[in-house]
């Protein structure tokens, strides 16, 4: 009974309309978390770790990609390992755990590829005081025994050094003594006691970027683009997957994804930091300038230098330092480790309509007939956890949808796909199909006492499948076919929501971390990324259920390193507010640095009730984000866009309409990023990463190379500061109006956001926005050349079915690029170039529009000599070629003359 009224009362305070804001009290400050103070009262400049000489010795684990050395804490004796690893691409490994512990530490599994490709390492110089390593032509490291310091040069940069500062801790397993601190051996947070059956298990180290004043990603918080300072002022950011509703902003606690990834950019260099580990984690940064010892000497004083010091709750050390050197290279480093980018199917990148609920078949059948009615593209409508009969996932209520299939076909006349809600806390109750097997096959994650873990969530008393475990994920996959999951069809999708795990009655709202995994690792080492495996599993699923044939597409909102390859995140429970809309730029836009294209927020927010003008601002800003998804919570009033009228339903049409014309740019860019780990949604500091201007700009971004948007975020606003970088033309997508030159005050009336395409770039869209992206798939494209300064331009086109694997296993695809060059004194060339695949389509393209062309042509030709239609619009230096092909699949060439 005290657990009903418990929960009762939380749920009171989720559904209420007008709460404002999330409880702190619910959730730990690093003060109250003992492994985060300890770690962070660490005097600085003191360390005792030292390296035993003698020991250093090129490493039989990595063949002679690596060394070994013995690293002693001569505060205790305690002896460790470290391996320095040299990988491929400019990437290098420092991994730190004990030498003959009393029991193994927890390792992340999975996360990286079987076999990690090596680089040549050799060792150079040798003293009594350090060692130095050369790893390839450019890259030297330098270590010093006493007190252990790993300095890392790049092409003759620093950058970045390892215990500069002596904060370098590692908690060793060991028996308990007599006057323990506080919080090592048992730990108490309100009513929840912590058994720490091992002690105190934390690690932590500085790591020093010098000359870097901007460091990024850490995600998920709801704070700036570029990291801000913590110490001494707030805790440190906090990686900890938590279900935080109405999340505050500015602000580095946790929310509820965690990817250990950090990013340091300077006119020179940009260099990636990977802390593998699925630990609670908490970060400080702090700016310095350089500081004696070492650092300095290599640096010379006066510098800006970020220092930040990351410290984790158990695991071990394992650290990957990516030398970039470009910002590109990074992103590639990063995937090669944790996974390139999965191609998601094309609906999936157009617009999803959500409530928490729709009521019934009825109501589901009305939207989809009244967004049509409306002329709204839409692809997805999708369902909250009312569809089921009493919060038992994979199953219906039938008494509000009695024939789902028959609403799923509905919907599939004219393409559009639905998505259900399957979280991982299982209803404990009998006659639950799910239950029962879980319970006799022993899926469940267990307590520390060895049974069922037993929580609270939606369906009321519940257990969580244990994802980490293959075969288990193995089992969940197949409870989504067909056979298993009645009344599901081809159409339909899912979404895995509460899975950071969400547990009301749990310590900070999650599981209770000495509960034990199967394989019999406490909850604590694989918090961060248990909800990842649900939505690997769920994506097993659904292609194993059309036989290996099908594209999945999974939206989790609990994430890890990884979580790419699997499907979509959104930013969670945020608020109807201008400051929520404000955030999501700087969020996603985090996200997608730490290696996660796939990211979107709420249009209008989770709760409350935007009005008219945050909502149509919300879905302009929405329809420039990788996933577009309309949310809302089950108190606040209907806001399907049909229901607005005059010039809101007007602009708000247009922005869904905008964005399934630019489907085919959204699609390209996701294939090259599964290619090469490139954010789609981008900061203007990757395309411009000599432009310090650039480095802390989030109130504007960019899709891929070639637009920049710059968006409207604010009450009652009719114009924008746009900043213009680089030397190339900016042209207005929707004019052809060109700016250039840094800084400029836009208009933005309440219809139009702001939308430049970059000069020198080459865009494809389809201009015929329809009911559903797949009844657009036969439509023709429009080439959008923008002209760089000295007539010149090039992009990429990527097709293929849209939806299978096909692309990939049997290499069924087009891969094209186009280029716009002055041929000749009076000549102007456009190639179109299948430099990769063949595929069969109709798709054709219908006009080449070229901004900035000088003049008027006096002809224009095909290949084959065949005159070409064209218009030419003198006010915006705008030529359109009319109907220059017939197709996409053979190469092509028109030739302009003036």
């Known amino acids: 009974a005290m657990l009903a009224g418990w929960v009762c009362g939380l749920l009171a305070v989720v559904v209420t309309p007008g709460v404002i804001g999330v409880d702190r009290n619910n959730f730990k400050t690093c003060e109250q978390s003992s492994f985060c103070k300890r770690n962070r009262r660490i005097e600085a400049g003191k360390s005792t770790y030292n390296v035993l000489p003698s020991s250093l010795t090129q490493s039989t684990d990595y063949g002679d990609a690596a060394i070994s050395m013995d ?44 076999k990690l490709a090596t680089g040549p390492l050799k060792l150079t110089a040798r003293t009594a005081e350090g060692a130095t390593l050369e790893l390839g032509a450019d890259t030297v490291v330098k270590i010093q025994f006493s007190p252990i310091q790993i300095d890392v040069f790049a092409a003759e940069e620093h950058a970045v050094s390892f215990n500069s500062r002596g904060l370098l801790n590692f908690e060793h397993l060991r028996e308990k003594g007599e006057n323990e601190e506080d919080g090592m051996w048992e730990e108490t947070f309100k009513t929840h006691a912590d058994s720490k059956p091992k002690g105190p298990t934390s690690v932590g180290f500085d790591a020093t970027f010098p000359g870097a004043a901007h460091v990024y990603g850490i995600p998920e918080h709801a704070s700036s683009l570029a990291l801000k300072t913590t110490k001494p002022d707030t805790d440190p950011y906090r990686l900890y997957n938590l279900d935080v509703f109405e999340f505050e ?8 994804g965690s990817i250990p990834f950090m990013l340091a950019h300077t006119t020179k260099m940009t260099t990636g930091l990977f802390f593998l580990n699925s630990a609670e984690m908490w970060i400080d940064v702090e700016r310095t300038g350089s500081d004696g010892g070492v650092l300095s000497s290599l640096v010379g004083g006066g510098a800006t230098d970020t220092a930040t010091h990351w410290m984790a709750e158990s695991g071990i050390i394992d650290v990957f330092v990516l030398l970039g050197p470009a910002p590109k290279d990074v992103f590639r480093q990063y995937a090669v480790l944790t996974g390139m980018p999965e191609l998601p199917p094309l609906f999936s990148l157009a617009y999803h309509q959500c409530r928490w609920n729709y009521n019934d078949e009825q109501d589901v059948t009305d939207v989809s007939d009244k967004l049509d009615a409306a002329g709204i593209s839409t692809d997805v409508i999708w369902l909250d956890i009312e569809h089921t009969d009493g919060k038992r996932y994979m199953t219906w209520n039938d008494a509000k949808f009695p024939d789902p299939k028959r609403m799923q076909e509905h919907l599939a006349r004219t393409g559009r796909k639905m998505v259900n809600i399957v979280d991982p806390h299982i209803k404990r109750v009998d006659g639950y199909k799910v239950h029962t097997e879980a319970t006799s096959l022993g899926y469940y994650i267990d307590n520390k006492d060895g049974n069922d873990y037993d929580g609270w969530c939606w369906p009321g008393s519940s257990s969580w499948l244990d994802f980490m475990e293959k075969h288990v994920r193995d089992w969940w996959a197949e409870q989504l076919s067909f ?34 995994h199967l394989s019999g690792v406490e909850h604590r080492d694989v918090h961060n990324i248990y909800g990842m495996w649900q939505q690997a599993a769920t994506a097993q699923g659904i292609t194993e259920r059309s036989g290996g044939v099908e594209r999945p597409f999974v939206l989790s909102r609990a994430f890890f390193a990884g979580s790419q390859k699997y499907g979509a995140i959104w930013t969670g429970d945020n608020l109807a507010s201008w400051e929520h809309l404000q955030s999501s730029i700087p969020m996603i836009l985090s996200v997608s640095l730490a290696g996660l294209p796939f990211a979107g927020a709420d249009m209008g927010g989770f709760f409350g009730n935007p009005d008219d003008e945050m909502l149509t601002r919300w879905y302009q800003i929405g329809s420039f984000q990788p996933f577009m998804r309309a949310h809302a919570h089950l108190d606040t009033q209907r806001r399907e866009p049909y229901l607005k009228e005059g010039e809101f339903f007007d602009a708000i049409k247009a922005a869904i309409t905008a964005r399934y014309t630019w489907l085919p740019l959204w699609y390209t860019l996701f294939f090259e990023s599964g290619r090469n780990g490139m954010p789609v949604m981008r900061p203007l500091w990757i395309e411009f990463p000599a432009d310090p201007k650039t480095f802390a700009l989030e109130n504007q971004f960019m899709v891929g190379p070639g637009l920049l948007v710059v968006p409207v975020t604010s009450p009652e606003v009719t114009s924008v500061n746009a900043y213009f970088a680089g030397e190339e033309p900016w042209y207005d997508v929707l004019t052809a109006q060109t700016h250039t030159g840094g800084a400029k005050v836009i208009a933005a009336p309440l219809r139009k956001i702001p939308v430049f395409q970059r000069g020198g770039t080459v865009l494809a869209r389809k201009m015929r926005a329809r009911r559903t992206s797949s009844l657009m798939r036969r439509d023709p494209f429009t080439f959008d050349v923008a002209l760089n300064r000295v007539g010149g331009a090039a992009g990429t086109l990527f097709v293929d079915d849209y939806h299978t694997f096909a692309y990939r296993t049997q290499e069924r695809f087009l891969y094209a690029s186009m280029v716009f060059g002055k041929a000749a004194e009076g000549e102007y060339t456009f190639k179109y170039t299948v430099t990769e695949g063949v595929y069969t389509t109709s798709e054709w393209v219908e ?52």
């Open 847 to 898: 006009r080449v529009r070229v901004m900035g062309f000088p003049s008027p042509p006096t002809a224009i030709t095909r290949a084959d000599g065949s005159a070409v239609q064209f218009t030419y619009d003198a006010d915006h230096a705008t030529l359109t070629i009319k109907k220059p092909f017939d197709g996409i699949m053979l190469d092509a060439q028109l030739t302009i003359s003036v």
């Open 71 to 114: 690293v002693t804490n001569t505060a205790n004796e305690a002896l460790f390992v470290v391996h320095v690893v040299a990988l491929a691409d400019h990437t290098l490994r420092i991994r730190m755990t004990e030498k003959n512990g009393p029991a193994p530490r927890y390792e992340v599994r999975e996360v990286l590829p079987e």
């Open 483 to 516: 056979s298993n999951y009645a009344g599901t069809t081809e159409h339909m999708y899912f979404w895995n929501d509460m899975n950071e795990p969400s547990v009301f009655n749990g310590p900070e709202v999650t599981m209770h971390k000495d509960a034990k």
């Open 249 to 256: 902003l500015d602000n580095p606690m946790a929310l509820y």
